[in-house]
Protein backbone atom coordinates (compact mmCIF):
# COMPACT_ATOMS: atom_id res chain seq x y z
CA UNK A 1 0.00 0.00 0.00
CA UNK A 2 0.98 3.28 -0.66
CA UNK A 3 0.13 6.34 0.95
CA UNK A 4 -0.61 9.87 -1.05
CA UNK A 5 -0.97 12.94 1.07
CA UNK A 6 -3.98 14.80 -0.28
CA UNK A 7 -5.16 17.78 2.21
CA UNK A 8 -8.04 19.08 0.46
CA UNK A 9 -11.47 20.62 2.42
CA UNK A 10 -14.41 18.88 1.51
CA UNK A 11 -16.29 21.09 -0.81
CA UNK A 12 -19.73 19.81 -1.54
CA UNK A 13 -21.90 21.34 -4.29
CA UNK A 14 -23.48 23.38 -1.65
CA UNK A 15 -19.90 25.00 -1.21
CA UNK A 16 -19.59 25.65 -4.94
CA UNK A 17 -23.17 26.57 -5.41
CA UNK A 18 -22.52 29.83 -1.99
CA UNK A 19 -18.74 30.91 -3.63
CA UNK A 20 -20.92 31.80 -7.33
CA UNK A 21 -23.73 33.99 -5.07
CA UNK A 22 -21.12 35.12 -2.85
CA UNK A 23 -19.48 36.91 -6.17
CA UNK A 24 -22.69 38.05 -6.88
CA UNK A 25 -23.14 39.67 -3.95
CA UNK A 26 -19.45 41.28 -4.19
CA UNK A 27 -20.15 42.50 -7.45
CA UNK A 28 -23.39 43.97 -6.68
CA UNK A 29 -22.13 45.43 -3.24
CA UNK A 30 -25.09 43.66 -1.02
CA UNK A 31 -24.16 42.94 2.32
CA UNK A 32 -25.80 39.66 3.47
CA UNK A 33 -27.34 38.12 6.62
CA UNK A 34 -28.01 34.82 7.15
CA UNK A 35 -30.60 34.85 9.57
CA UNK A 36 -30.91 31.73 12.37
CA UNK A 37 -33.02 30.51 15.31
CA UNK A 38 -35.36 28.72 17.16
CA UNK A 39 -38.70 28.45 15.50
CA UNK A 40 -40.83 31.36 16.71
CA UNK A 41 -37.44 33.13 18.11
CA UNK A 42 -39.03 36.02 16.28
CA UNK A 43 -36.79 36.41 13.41
CA UNK A 44 -39.69 37.55 10.93
CA UNK A 45 -40.71 40.16 13.41
CA UNK A 46 -37.30 41.86 13.60
CA UNK A 47 -37.49 42.07 9.83
CA UNK A 48 -40.99 43.93 9.96
CA UNK A 49 -39.61 45.61 12.70
CA UNK A 50 -37.02 46.75 9.96
CA UNK A 51 -39.05 47.18 7.30
CA UNK A 52 -41.12 49.37 8.95
CA UNK A 53 -38.60 51.72 10.78
CA UNK A 54 -35.33 51.40 8.08
CA UNK A 55 -34.20 53.57 4.92
CA UNK A 56 -31.86 51.56 3.96
CA UNK A 57 -32.60 49.32 1.08
CA UNK A 58 -33.42 45.75 2.24
CA UNK A 59 -34.67 42.91 0.54
CA UNK A 60 -35.60 39.41 2.50
CA UNK A 61 -35.42 35.83 1.31
CA UNK A 62 -37.90 33.86 3.62
CA UNK A 63 -37.06 29.97 3.94
CA UNK A 64 -40.16 28.10 5.55
CA UNK A 65 -40.88 24.09 5.64
CA UNK A 66 -44.74 24.93 4.58
CA UNK A 67 -46.42 28.21 2.99
CA UNK A 68 -44.87 31.77 2.33
CA UNK A 69 -46.85 33.36 5.64
CA UNK A 70 -43.77 34.96 6.56
CA UNK A 71 -42.42 36.60 3.67
CA UNK A 72 -45.92 37.92 3.10
CA UNK A 73 -46.10 39.38 6.92
CA UNK A 74 -42.48 41.40 5.41
CA UNK A 75 -44.13 42.51 2.13
CA UNK A 76 -47.17 43.78 4.10
CA UNK A 77 -44.48 46.37 5.39
CA UNK A 78 -43.21 47.40 1.84
CA UNK A 79 -39.70 45.02 2.19
CA UNK A 80 -39.60 43.42 -1.13
CA UNK A 81 -39.35 39.40 0.24
CA UNK A 82 -39.20 35.94 -1.87
CA UNK A 83 -40.80 32.62 0.05
CA UNK A 84 -38.66 29.68 -0.25
CA UNK A 85 -40.67 26.73 0.82
CA UNK A 86 -38.28 24.13 1.36
CA UNK A 87 -41.06 21.07 1.33
CA UNK A 88 -39.73 19.55 4.56
CA UNK A 89 -35.90 20.68 4.03
CA UNK A 90 -34.73 21.66 7.60
CA UNK A 91 -32.64 24.19 5.76
CA UNK A 92 -31.83 26.64 3.09
CA UNK A 93 -29.40 25.36 0.45
CA UNK A 94 -26.78 28.22 -1.84
CA UNK A 95 -28.29 26.08 -4.55
CA UNK A 96 -31.80 27.87 -3.85
CA UNK A 97 -30.28 30.86 -2.94
CA UNK A 98 -29.18 30.91 -6.02
CA UNK A 99 -32.13 30.44 -8.04
CA UNK A 100 -34.19 33.34 -6.33
CA UNK A 101 -31.41 35.68 -6.88
CA UNK A 102 -32.39 36.09 -10.96
CA UNK A 103 -35.41 37.94 -9.28
CA UNK A 104 -33.86 40.07 -7.01
CA UNK A 105 -33.06 43.63 -8.15
CA UNK A 106 -29.31 43.17 -6.16
CA UNK A 107 -28.86 46.88 -7.82
CA UNK A 108 -31.13 48.59 -5.81
CA UNK A 109 -30.59 46.51 -2.49
CA UNK A 110 -28.12 47.40 -0.10
CA UNK A 111 -29.01 45.00 2.45
CA UNK A 112 -30.05 41.13 1.92
CA UNK A 113 -31.60 39.35 4.92
CA UNK A 114 -32.43 35.42 4.14
CA UNK A 115 -34.25 34.39 6.75
CA UNK A 116 -33.32 30.53 7.52
CA UNK A 117 -35.80 27.76 8.40
CA UNK A 118 -36.23 27.84 12.15
CA UNK A 119 -33.45 25.35 13.49
CA UNK A 120 -30.21 25.60 15.40
CA UNK A 121 -28.28 22.90 14.00
CA UNK A 122 -28.59 22.71 10.31
CA UNK A 123 -28.57 26.29 9.07
CA UNK A 124 -24.96 26.50 10.82
CA UNK A 125 -23.35 24.43 8.18
CA UNK A 126 -24.48 25.23 5.10
CA UNK A 127 -22.83 28.43 3.53
CA UNK A 128 -25.40 30.41 1.66
CA UNK A 129 -22.49 32.99 0.53
CA UNK A 130 -23.33 35.50 3.24
CA UNK A 131 -21.53 38.11 4.45
CA UNK A 132 -22.07 36.84 8.38
CA UNK A 133 -24.76 34.33 10.10
CA UNK A 134 -27.09 36.53 12.42
CA UNK A 135 -28.10 33.81 15.54
CA UNK A 136 -31.61 34.90 17.09
CA UNK A 137 -32.37 34.33 20.40
CA UNK A 138 -35.37 34.54 22.77
CA UNK A 139 -35.88 35.11 26.12
CA UNK A 140 -38.44 32.35 26.61
CA UNK A 141 -36.10 30.24 25.08
CA UNK A 142 -33.50 29.79 27.86
CA UNK A 143 -30.30 31.09 28.46
CA UNK A 144 -28.35 27.60 27.66
CA UNK A 145 -28.64 27.72 23.84
CA UNK A 146 -24.97 29.26 23.20
CA UNK A 147 -23.72 26.50 24.77
CA UNK A 148 -25.90 24.16 23.14
CA UNK A 149 -25.41 25.01 19.63
CA UNK A 150 -21.64 25.74 19.56
CA UNK A 151 -21.41 25.18 16.15
CA UNK A 152 -23.83 27.47 15.66
CA UNK A 153 -22.63 30.32 18.15
CA UNK A 154 -19.32 30.01 16.67
CA UNK A 155 -20.44 31.28 13.59
CA UNK A 156 -22.29 34.21 14.28
CA UNK A 157 -20.73 37.58 13.54
CA UNK A 158 -24.00 39.08 15.52
CA UNK A 159 -26.73 37.43 17.59
CA UNK A 160 -29.95 39.23 18.56
CA UNK A 161 -32.08 38.69 21.84
CA UNK A 162 -35.37 39.06 21.34
CA UNK A 163 -38.20 39.11 23.55
CA UNK A 164 -36.64 41.39 26.06
CA UNK A 165 -39.81 42.01 27.04
CA UNK A 166 -40.21 38.74 28.70
CA UNK A 167 -37.03 39.31 31.14
CA UNK A 168 -39.15 39.98 33.91
CA UNK A 169 -41.53 36.72 33.43
CA UNK A 170 -38.55 34.29 33.03
CA UNK A 171 -35.53 33.28 34.87
CA UNK A 172 -32.81 34.51 31.93
CA UNK A 173 -29.12 35.12 33.18
CA UNK A 174 -28.21 37.87 30.50
CA UNK A 175 -24.49 38.40 31.54
CA UNK A 176 -23.92 34.62 31.11
CA UNK A 177 -25.80 34.67 28.06
CA UNK A 178 -23.45 37.15 27.03
CA UNK A 179 -20.01 35.99 28.22
CA UNK A 180 -21.00 32.60 26.11
CA UNK A 181 -21.93 34.36 22.82
CA UNK A 182 -18.58 36.49 23.29
CA UNK A 183 -16.40 33.08 24.04
CA UNK A 184 -17.96 31.06 20.89
CA UNK A 185 -17.19 34.29 18.63
CA UNK A 186 -15.03 36.68 19.73
CA UNK A 187 -16.57 40.08 18.46
CA UNK A 188 -20.04 39.47 17.94
CA UNK A 189 -21.93 42.46 18.23
CA UNK A 190 -25.19 42.00 20.68
CA UNK A 191 -28.33 43.43 20.27
CA UNK A 192 -31.09 43.27 22.63
CA UNK A 193 -34.30 43.86 21.32
CA UNK A 194 -38.00 43.48 21.79
CA UNK A 195 -39.22 43.32 18.46
CA UNK A 196 -43.15 43.53 18.95
CA UNK A 197 -42.57 45.78 21.37
CA UNK A 198 -39.93 47.97 19.06
CA UNK A 199 -37.10 48.20 21.82
CA UNK A 200 -33.49 48.16 22.12
CA UNK A 201 -32.93 48.74 18.00
CA UNK A 202 -30.88 51.83 18.31
CA UNK A 203 -27.27 50.07 18.26
CA UNK A 204 -29.00 47.83 15.13
CA UNK A 205 -30.21 50.70 13.05
CA UNK A 206 -26.55 52.53 13.91
CA UNK A 207 -24.73 49.01 12.31
CA UNK A 208 -27.26 48.79 9.36
CA UNK A 209 -26.85 52.28 8.69
CA UNK A 210 -23.07 51.45 8.60
CA UNK A 211 -23.27 48.67 6.27
CA UNK A 212 -25.37 50.91 3.83
CA UNK A 213 -22.49 53.29 4.01
CA UNK A 214 -19.72 50.64 2.69
CA UNK A 215 -21.98 48.90 0.48
CA UNK A 216 -22.97 52.46 -1.23
CA UNK A 217 -19.66 53.17 -1.32
CA UNK A 218 -18.87 50.38 -3.52
CA UNK A 219 -21.70 50.65 -6.24
CA UNK B 1 -28.08 15.83 4.53
CA UNK B 2 -25.31 17.28 3.50
CA UNK B 3 -22.64 14.25 4.34
CA UNK B 4 -23.78 12.58 1.03
CA UNK B 5 -22.64 15.63 -0.96
CA UNK B 6 -19.21 15.94 1.09
CA UNK B 7 -18.47 12.37 0.24
CA UNK B 8 -18.77 12.96 -3.11
CA UNK B 9 -16.46 16.01 -2.97
CA UNK B 10 -13.90 13.84 -1.24
CA UNK B 11 -13.97 11.02 -3.41
CA UNK B 12 -13.74 12.91 -6.38
CA UNK B 13 -11.01 14.32 -5.10
CA UNK B 14 -9.77 11.32 -4.29
CA UNK B 15 -9.95 9.82 -7.90
CA UNK B 16 -8.36 13.07 -9.20
CA UNK B 17 -5.30 12.46 -7.35
CA UNK B 18 -2.47 11.48 -9.30
CA UNK B 19 -1.75 7.38 -9.70
CA UNK B 20 -4.68 7.08 -7.27
CA UNK B 21 -8.10 5.66 -9.75
CA UNK B 22 -11.26 3.43 -8.99
CA UNK B 23 -9.15 0.00 -9.42
CA UNK B 24 -6.47 0.95 -6.50
CA UNK B 25 -7.96 3.13 -3.99
CA UNK B 26 -8.00 1.35 -0.38
CA UNK B 27 -8.37 3.34 2.01
CA UNK B 28 -9.71 7.46 2.98
CA UNK B 29 -7.89 8.86 6.08
CA UNK B 30 -10.17 12.11 7.06
CA UNK B 31 -9.89 14.66 9.31
CA UNK B 32 -13.20 15.70 10.67
CA UNK B 33 -13.64 18.99 13.20
CA UNK B 34 -15.73 18.49 16.25
CA UNK B 35 -17.04 22.02 15.06
CA UNK B 36 -17.81 21.21 11.46
CA UNK B 37 -21.53 19.91 11.90
CA UNK B 38 -20.40 16.84 10.20
CA UNK B 39 -21.32 14.05 11.94
CA UNK B 40 -18.46 11.75 11.42
CA UNK B 41 -20.81 8.01 11.08
CA UNK B 42 -22.98 9.21 8.63
CA UNK B 43 -19.94 10.65 6.50
CA UNK B 44 -18.67 6.91 6.25
CA UNK B 45 -22.07 5.57 5.56
CA UNK B 46 -22.31 7.94 3.02
CA UNK B 47 -18.84 7.37 1.38
CA UNK B 48 -19.29 3.86 1.34
CA UNK B 49 -22.76 4.46 -0.81
CA UNK B 50 -20.59 6.69 -3.18
CA UNK B 51 -17.75 4.26 -3.56
CA UNK B 52 -20.41 1.44 -4.52
CA UNK B 53 -21.89 3.44 -6.87
CA UNK B 54 -18.76 3.89 -8.76
CA UNK B 55 -17.42 0.16 -8.72
CA UNK B 56 -15.07 1.00 -5.97
CA UNK B 57 -14.56 -2.15 -3.95
CA UNK B 58 -13.24 -2.49 -0.18
CA UNK B 59 -12.52 1.09 0.54
CA UNK B 60 -12.14 1.62 4.20
CA UNK B 61 -12.47 5.35 6.12
CA UNK B 62 -10.84 6.20 8.76
CA UNK B 63 -12.21 9.33 10.46
CA UNK B 64 -9.87 11.20 12.95
CA UNK B 65 -12.50 13.18 15.16
CA UNK B 66 -10.36 16.68 15.66
CA UNK B 67 -11.36 18.48 18.88
CA UNK B 68 -11.76 22.77 18.57
CA UNK B 69 -8.24 24.20 18.80
CA UNK B 70 -7.96 27.47 20.84
CA UNK B 71 -5.85 30.29 20.71
CA UNK B 72 -5.74 32.11 23.99
CA UNK B 73 -5.31 35.64 24.67
CA UNK B 74 -2.43 34.67 26.96
CA UNK B 75 -0.69 32.98 23.92
CA UNK B 76 -1.68 29.36 24.98
CA UNK B 77 -2.81 27.78 22.28
CA UNK B 78 -4.55 24.33 23.70
CA UNK B 79 -7.04 21.20 22.19
CA UNK B 80 -10.40 21.67 24.33
CA UNK B 81 -13.00 18.90 24.79
CA UNK B 82 -15.84 22.14 24.29
CA UNK B 83 -14.90 26.04 23.56
CA UNK B 84 -16.00 27.13 26.36
CA UNK B 85 -13.40 25.70 28.88
CA UNK B 86 -10.67 27.49 30.59
CA UNK B 87 -7.21 28.43 29.04
CA UNK B 88 -5.50 25.67 31.10
CA UNK B 89 -2.57 28.35 31.88
CA UNK B 90 -4.74 31.62 32.80
CA UNK B 91 -7.57 30.15 33.63
CA UNK B 92 -9.83 32.33 31.08
CA UNK B 93 -12.00 31.87 27.97
CA UNK B 94 -11.07 34.79 26.10
CA UNK B 95 -9.59 32.95 22.58
CA UNK B 96 -9.97 32.82 19.42
CA UNK B 97 -10.77 29.27 17.61
CA UNK B 98 -8.32 28.23 15.08
CA UNK B 99 -9.55 25.07 14.29
CA UNK B 100 -12.01 21.86 14.51
CA UNK B 101 -14.64 23.62 12.21
CA UNK B 102 -13.01 21.47 8.76
CA UNK B 103 -13.83 18.42 7.39
CA UNK B 104 -10.96 17.84 4.71
CA UNK B 105 -9.28 14.46 3.30
CA UNK B 106 -5.84 14.27 4.23
CA UNK B 107 -4.81 11.23 2.79
CA UNK B 108 -5.58 8.21 0.97
CA UNK B 109 -4.04 4.77 0.56
CA UNK B 110 -3.91 2.88 -2.64
CA UNK B 111 -2.63 -0.51 -3.74
CA UNK B 112 0.46 -1.01 -5.19
CA UNK B 113 0.68 -4.05 -5.88
CA UNK B 114 3.37 -4.44 -3.16
CA UNK B 115 1.80 -5.83 0.03
N1 LIG C 1 -43.41 39.02 23.72
C1 LIG C 1 -42.79 39.03 22.55
N2 LIG C 1 -43.22 38.24 21.56
C2 LIG C 1 -42.56 38.28 20.39
C3 LIG C 1 -41.44 39.12 20.17
N3 LIG C 1 -40.98 38.91 18.91
C4 LIG C 1 -41.79 37.99 18.36
N4 LIG C 1 -42.76 37.61 19.24
C5 LIG C 1 -43.83 36.64 19.01
O1 LIG C 1 -43.26 35.36 18.80
C6 LIG C 1 -44.02 34.64 17.82
C7 LIG C 1 -43.13 34.16 16.70
O2 LIG C 1 -42.55 35.26 16.04
P1 LIG C 1 -41.99 35.16 14.56
O3 LIG C 1 -41.42 36.49 14.21
O4 LIG C 1 -43.02 34.61 13.67
O5 LIG C 1 -40.86 34.10 14.76
P2 LIG C 1 -39.95 33.37 13.66
O6 LIG C 1 -38.62 33.17 14.27
O7 LIG C 1 -39.99 34.12 12.38
O8 LIG C 1 -40.71 31.98 13.53
P3 LIG C 1 -40.52 30.83 12.39
O9 LIG C 1 -40.31 31.54 11.09
O10 LIG C 1 -41.81 30.09 12.46
O11 LIG C 1 -39.36 30.01 12.81
C8 LIG C 1 -45.10 35.58 17.35
O12 LIG C 1 -46.29 35.31 18.05
C9 LIG C 1 -44.57 36.96 17.72
O13 LIG C 1 -45.57 37.89 17.96
C10 LIG C 1 -41.03 39.97 21.25
O14 LIG C 1 -40.08 40.74 21.16
N5 LIG C 1 -41.73 39.86 22.42
MG1 LIG D 1 -40.42 33.44 10.44
ZN1 LIG E 1 -4.76 31.80 28.59
Same mark, same amino acid.
Not at chain 1, 49 to 62: G, Q
Not at chain 1, 153 to 177: A, G, Q, W
Not at chain 2, 74 to 92: L, T, V
Given at each position: ??????? %?????????????????????? !???????????????????? %?????? !?????????????????? &?????????? &???????????????????????????????????????????????????? !???????????????????????????? %???????????????????????????????????????????????????????? | ?????????????????????????????????????????????? &?????????????????????????????????????????????????????????????????????
Amino acid at each position: MARVNVD %TPAAGKNAIAAEKNRRLFRENH !VFVMNMIGSPGCGKTSILEY %TAENSN !VRCAAIVGDVKTALDADR &ILDRNMPAYP &IETGGGCHLTAVQIGSMLTRIDLCKTDCLFIENVGNLVCPSVFDLGEDIKTG !VLSVPEGDEKVRKYPELFSRTDVVFINK %TDLLPHCEYDMEKIERDCRTARPGVKIFKVSATKGLGFEDWARYLEMNRKEQQNGK | MHELSLAESMINTALRTDGVGADNLRVLNIKCGALSGVNAQTLEFC &IQIVAERLGIENVSVVIEEVRPQLQCSCGQSYNAEDIFSECPRCGKTQHRITGGKDVFLESVEVNDGQS
